[in-house]
């Protein structure tokens, strides 16, 4: 299945004016049945679909090599691959990446063309010179903390602008995270706002949303945002939804308050009129084994009462997130540097070790730590590299010491940039929330450290082959509707997320007897295969399951029209 001229030996994309697909398998991200079509991008856009395609690659009325608008055509012999649109990713932690590695092979080699950015309530816009240090060291987890990074930017506009001048290889929208205006207005401190630090937040929400973001974020077990009640998020939410935009919460707990927590981010959207979005949405740990049930029906009961609600998940078992998280929040309060001066006081240890062992912390999610379920996917600091791979209570046994010793020694000596794996899921949790009508794929993959989760390069070719092609969880067409056309509704996307004449070419093209996920846990950053195509505004950025280096993405900017390319 191979590309070439109309006339001619196999041709890249440069001097086309147009590609021809020939002979795909259309499923066009509504839902609807798969169906046989050629279909025709010209500068950027899909022009046409149908049998009549054919004659402009194959020099009917144009001529032999010439394409109707003239110059050469592409042809791309797609006879039994699926043509779709392109896979959207609702919550991805490329924030840098975009920027560092713009050409961004773990996504583009799953067929993703959109992600978007801001998660969790903590990222690096808006931001001034006192927080900007305090942040980047609290998630390099997440991101990384390059050294000679040019941080160029302060707001929204300006990272959406630095995105844009860059040229990453998929388009990108993003959350104003409700961490980051926290600090801007209240500090790290573990208190209400004051009434002009709530009219700052308010200030500087409603300027990020009006330089393109499409929502806000917000991290409810993180420092600073765990600070805030109930009234401030609904406060906020109200400027959010005055914009169109929606609420990503990631919410208080994913373990023993669960439903509780879920529960609240409902009403916070019925009290504000925001629409919402929860994000990895799951039911982990012990305590909910079983019981996605039942947030289901709370999701269902909320959509049958007029509430705008959708959600995304991850096909994997074991969650992913930095060390520091199963902090107590009260050991947090202040920031990284007073975490850190924190962790030198032999009481405030005993403490920690109360909460997370005998309590369950709030930062492990109210439930007590199985240091057997916490495996170390990345560290900073090269001293501790050979404990990447290991789990907390492996290290402990090994070294003759308690779980929560090897844990605080961990944190201070690699300054709180520790990542993990969390083995704390439940398949058939997995499943049912798949299945659910307000589903939608999220990646939740972080890119650094030395073993990162492989959902960062797997996520949506896995629910392709494992839950579509092997287990019959989801139709192809459930899938691909959960990847494309219903995020795009959640993303107010102008034209994409769809295969139709006049949408934009964001586009992938795959093998579905061959698509499969190739990260594993040992090898994260394996790409995937049978991925054969995909392209962002009409660009290949994957030919024959090869990265072209092409970097035609673009920041796409909440508008009145949708989220589009400025």
């Known amino acids: 299945m191979g590309a070439r001229n109309a006339d001619g030996p196999a041709a890249g994309t440069a001097g086309a004016r147009s590609t021809v697909f020939l002979g795909a398998t259309v499923v066009d991200g509504t839902g609807a049945g798969r169906y046989r079509a050629d279909v025709r991008i010209a500068d950027g856009v899909i022009v046409e679909l149908g049998d009549s395609v054919r004659g402009a690659g194959r020099g009917a009325p144009a001529g ?14 797609a006879d039994g691959l699926v043509l779709a649109p392109g896979f959207i990713d609702m919550h991805a932690h490329s924030d840098l990446a975009l920027l560092r590695e713009p050409e961004h092979p773990a996504k583009v080699t799953q067929g993703v063309t959109c992600e978007v950015l801001g998660q969790d309530g903590l990222s690096y816009a808006p931001v001034d010179d006192s927080t900007l240090p305090a942040l980047r060291r609290q998630i390099a987890g997440w991101n990384g903390d390059p050294d000679g990074f040019d941080w160029d930017w302060r707001t929204v506009g300006g990272y959406l602008d630095r995105l844009d001048r860059t040229g990453p290889a998929v388009n990108a929208c993003y959350l104003v995270p409700h ?10 401190e573990n208190r209400a706002p ?12 409603a300027q990020g949303m009006a330089e393109g973001a499409v929502g806000m974020s917000s991290g409810l077990t993180y420092t600073p945002g765990m600070y805030a009640d109930t009234a401030e998020l609904v406060e906020l939410c109200r400027v959010v939804a005055g914009f169109g935009g ?14 509780e927590g879920y529960a609240e981010m409902v009403e916070i959207a019925r009290r504000s009129g925001c629409a919402l979005h929860l994000t990895h949405a799951t039911m982990n740990f012990g305590v909910n084994e079983g019981r996605a049930g039942e947030l289901l029906a709370l999701v269902d009961r909320a959509l049958d009462d007029g509430v705008d609600l959708t959600l995304d998940s991850y096909p994997y078992l074991p969650g992913s997130t930095t060390l520091a998280a199963l902090l107590p929040g009260w050991a947090t309060e202040g920031g990284p540097q007073a975490t850190l001066a924190r962790l030198g006081d032999p009481a405030v240890r005993e403490r920690i070790r109360y909460e997370v062992e005998e309590k369950g912390s709030d930062g492990c999610h109210g439930v007590v730590t199985d240091w057997a379920t916490i495996q170390l996917s990345g560290v900073r600091t090269p001293g501790l590299a050979g404990a990447v791979g290991r789990t907390v209570a492996e290290l402990a046994a090994e070294q003759g010491r308690t779980g929560t010793e090897v844990f605080l020694e961990l944190l201070v000596r690699d300054e709180l940039a520790t990542t993990i794996l969390q083995h704390v899921g439940h398949e058939e949790n997995v499943r049912a929330i798949m299945r659910h009508r307000a589903h939608t794929v999220g990646s939740d993959g972080l890119l650094v450290g030395a073993r990162p989760h492989p959902r960062a390069w797997g996520t949506f070719p896995r629910y392709l082959a494992r839950y579509v092609r092997e287990l019959g969880v989801l139709t192809l067409e459930e899938a691909v509707a959960r990847m494309t056309g219903r995020p795009a509704a959640r993303l107010r996307l102008h034209r ?3 295969i139709v004449p006049g949408y934009h070419a964001d586009l992938v093209l795959f093998d579905p007897e061959r698509v499969q996920d190739a990260a594993t846990f040992e ?7 049978g991925i054969e195509h995909v392209y962002v505004n009409g ?3 994957v030919e024959e399951g090869r990265v072209t280096g092409a970097r035609p993405g673009r920041a796409l900017r909440r508008t009145a029209r949708g989220a589009e390319a400025r």
């Open 64 to 77: 032999a090599g010439s394409g109707a608008a003239g110059g050469p055509v592409r042809v791309v012999d």
């Open 179 to 188: 961490g980051s205006l926290r600090m801007l207005a209240v500090g790290w």
């Open 194 to 205: 004051a009434a002009a630090e709530l009219d700052l937040m308010r200030e500087l929400l």
């Open 246 to 259: 929606f609420h990503a919460p990631h919410q208080r707990s994913y373990g023993a308050g669960a439903l």
């Open 496 to 498: 994409r997320g769809r």
């Open 523 to 529: 090898e994260p950053r394996r790409p995937a295969v």
């Open 539 to 541: 660009t290949a950025v």
